[in-house]
């Protein structure tokens, strides 16, 4: 095990693939069985630490933090799981930007498995079809719910708007705080990191600026 390797790529937080990795047996065992299997270890991981699980307020932890994995914190492992994205024709000939801003990152770092938060927003320019504002957020949190880097988190949102809209004129900004960088190592609280991806018509900088100032014009929620 090269363990030098293993920092270099932890601490600056490198992608090594566009597609999420994953073994060939991934989806051999159902959820019942991953869970099983995740609070077997977890266990042994609380008692190495030297946790007594025979107290009441430990002794449940085990299955608690397995279930999560499986079933919220990365749902989104699973093609399954990828939310249906209904698509409309565009019969009212919309063609100028539509903008959805805000969104929500609840991801992990796939490095630390420490959570990725943060926001998303994403443009577009309909052609032929249009989507529910409603399904953007859900393909969102479902591609932030597995292990991520945010390089390749923008991308998989990108292209897979690009595909299901068939259109290459999408782009998309995340902004996102890292608790591997605010909690351990450097220990940066204030720092945030930010990336962008774009295709067709987003190449021209005159459509990038103006998406980029459409979002950085974020009005404050009204106070109740």
Same mark, same amino acid.
């Given at each position: 095990m090269d363990l030098?390797?293993? *920092?270099?790529?932890?601490d600056? !937080?490198?992608?090594?693939?566009?597609?999420?990795?994953?073994r060939s047996d991934?989806?051999?065992?159902?959820?019942?069985?991953?869970?099983e299997?995740i609070?077997? !270890?977890f266990?042994k991981i609380m008692?190495?630490?030297?946790l007594?699980?025979t107290?009441?307020?430990l002794?449940?932890t085990?299955?608690?933090?397995?279930?999560?994995?499986? =079933?919220?914190?990365f749902?989104?492992?699973?093609p399954?799981?990828?939310?249906k994205?209904?698509?409309?024709s565009?019969?009212?000939?919309y063609?100028?930007?539509?903008?959805?801003k805000n969104i929500?990152?609840?991801?992990?770092c796939e490095h630390?498995?420490?959570p990725i938060?943060?926001?998303a927003?994403?443009g577009y320019?309909?052609?032929g079809?249009?989507?529910?504002?409603? =399904?953007?957020?859900?393909?969102?949190?479902?591609?932030? !719910?597995?292990?991520q880097?945010?390089?390749?988190l923008?991308l998989?949102?990108?292209k897979d708007l690009?595909?299901?809209?068939?259109? *290459?004129?999408?782009?998309?900004?995340?902004?996102?705080? !890292?608790?591997c960088?605010s909690?351990?190592g450097i220990k940066?609280?204030?720092s945030?990191?930010?990336?962008?991806?774009?295709?067709g018509?987003?190449?021209?900088?005159?459509?990038?600026? *103006?998406?980029?100032s459409?979002v950085?014009?974020?009005?404050?929620r009204?106070?109740?």
């Amino acid at each position: 095990m090269d363990l030098e390797k293993i *920092e270099t790529i932890g601490d600056q !937080h490198l992608p090594t693939s566009l597609e999420t990795p994953l073994r060939s047996d991934a989806f051999d065992r159902n959820d019942h069985e991953k869970i099983e299997t995740i609070q077997y !270890h977890f266990q042994k991981i609380m008692e190495a630490l030297g946790l007594d699980l025979t107290d009441d307020s430990l002794s449940g932890t085990p299955y608690r933090v397995a279930k999560m994995y499986v =079933k919220e914190l990365f749902y989104g492992l699973n093609p399954k799981n990828r939310p249906k994205i209904s698509t409309f024709s565009n019969k009212y000939g919309y063609r100028k930007m539509l903008v959805e801003k805000n969104i929500t990152i609840d991801s992990s770092c796939e490095h630390h498995f420490l959570p990725i938060v943060g926001k998303a927003h994403i443009g577009y320019i309909p052609n032929g079809k249009v989507v529910g504002l409603s =399904k953007i957020n859900r393909l969102v949190d479902y591609y932030s !719910h597995r292990p991520q880097v945010q390089e390749r988190l923008c991308l998989q949102i990108m292209k897979d708007l690009q595909q299901t809209l068939g259109t *290459e004129d999408v782009i998309v900004v995340v902004n996102a705080e !890292h608790l591997c960088v605010s909690s351990r190592g450097i220990k940066d609280k204030n720092s945030t990191t930010t990336t962008m991806e774009y295709g067709g018509i987003f190449e021209d900088s005159l459509y990038r600026n *103006e998406f980029l100032s459409m979002v950085s014009d974020s009005p404050k929620r009204r106070s109740l």
